[in-house]
C-alpha cells in the first residue's frame, strides 16, 4: 500500500494567481498522476508525472497552465497558473505502486477561485 | 467516442436491502475494472479488482461482477447500511499504459 499527503487540504484564491499543491508519498514510486475533479463530476487526469522527465499532460491540459514538478521518487507538486474562476475544483494526486494494481489517493485539495 | 457510465441517477436504498450499481463502457479493452469509495472531501478508495477473465468476486458484503461480452460490471453491496452512503466510481485498466479510466460516479444513500 501507499500512504500519501497533499497539501493544502483547501485553499481559496484570487482569479490570476497561482496555486502550488504537493504530494508526498511514503514510498518510491515511479509514475504519480494528477487528477481534477470538477464538482459532481468523476475524475479526468491532467498528467502523469515521471521522476526525471518531463509530465506527459492529457488533451485539453497544457505544461503552461499546469507545470508540475516531480525532483525525487517520493514527491510531486501541481500548479495551477493565472486562476480563474473555470479551474475551481479538487485536484487529486495518486500512485500506482509496481506490486499491486490499485491505486492510491491523497485527500485532494479542493480550489476555489474568486 | 471512449465512455464509461454509471448509474445515471442517484441511489437511494432501505437500510438492510442491495445496492446494485452499474458501470458500462464501450471502445475499451480493459485488463482490470476496479471499483472505488469516496466520502465527501476525501480521495477515492480501493474497493475491488477484477480480472477480464473472471466473472466474478466478492469481498465481505461486496460483490463484482464483469461481463465483457456486454461491457458491463455490477458492483452489489448486500445488508446496506448507512455507513456504506458514499459516491462509488468504476475505473477500467487497459493493457496499455498505467493510467485508469474512471467513470462518472454513483452517490449512493442508504436510509435508516
Known amino acids: 500500500s501507499a500512504v500519501i499527503s497533499q497539501k493544502p487540504s483547501r485553499d481559496i484564491c484570487q482569479r490570476g494567481t497561482s496555486l502550488t499543491i504537493q504530494c508526498q508519498v511514503d514510498s518510491q514510486v515511479t509514475m504519480m498522476f494528477w487528477y481534477r475533479q470538477q464538482p459532481g463530476q468523476s475524475l479526468t487526469l491532467i498528467a502523469t508525472a515521471n521522476q526525471g522527465s518531463e509530465a506527459t499532460y492529457e488533451s485539453g491540459f497544457v505544461i503552461d497552465k499546469f507545470p508540475i514538478s516531480r525532483p525525487n521518487l517520493t514527491f510531486s507538486t501541481l500548479t495551477v497558473s493565472n486562476m480563474s474562476p473555470e479551474d475551481s475544483s479538487i485536484y487529486l494526486c495518486s500512485v500506482r505502486p509496481p506490486t499491486g494494481s490499485e491505486a492510491f489517493f491523497g485527500q485532494g485539495t479542493r480550489l476555489t477561485v474568486v | 467516442s471512449q465512455k464509461i457510465e454509471q448509474n445515471s441517477e442517484a441511489l437511494n436504498i432501505q437500510e438492510g436491502k442491495t445496492a446494485t450499481l452499474t458501470c458500462n463502457y464501450t471502445?475499451?479493452?480493459?485488463?482490470?475494472l476496479q471499483w472505488y469509495r469516496q466520502d465527501p472531501g476525501r480521495g477515492p478508495v480501493f474497493l475491488l479488482l477484477i480480472r477480464e477473465n473472471e466473472k466474478e468476486k466478492r469481498k465481505e458484503r461486496l460483490k463484482v461482477t464483469f461481463d465483457t461480452t456486454l461491457k458491463q460490471s455490477l458492483f452489489h453491496i448486500t445488508a446496506s447500511q448507512p455507513a456504506d452512503s458514499a459516491t462509488y466510481l468504476c475505473a477500467l485498466d487497459t493493457h496499455t499504459g498505467n493510467q485508469f479510466y474512471f467513470g462518472t460516479g454513483t452517490s449512493l444513500t442508504v436510509i435508516p
Open positions: 471502445n475499451y479493452s480493459p485488463a482490470y
